[in-house]
């Protein structure tokens, strides 16, 4: 999972805590959209499935468009591989 629950979901809580603005993105889009609902206003939902580059371009480029520009990427996806990190590579 993304930000819409879990360790995602605390970072972004934490971020808007300290006034920073947060795109909750996930690929459950109902849940990313509650948890960004959930965290108040300076936090909005965007779509992102991490296993298909063209969702990342997307999800990068609303970033920017709403908030002007991405100071900060926390990636905490769930997506596992037996191989070494050195080693993965998109393909993977």
Do not use: P, W
């Amino acid at each position: 999972m993304g930000a819409a629950c879990g360790i995602g979901r605390g970072y972004a809580e934490a971020y808007v805590r300290d006034g920073a603005t947060v795109a909750i993105a996930d690929i459950n889009m109902e849940a990313t959209q509650s948890a960004a609902s959930d965290i108040g206003n300076a936090a909005y939902a965007v779509h992102l499935d991490v296993s298909a580059q063209s969702s990342i371009d997307a999800a990068i480029e609303a970033t920017v468009e709403h908030a002007g520009k991405l100071d900060i990427l926390i990636s905490n996806a769930a997506l596992f591989d037996a191989a070494e990190t050195v080693e993965i590579t998109r393909e993977s």
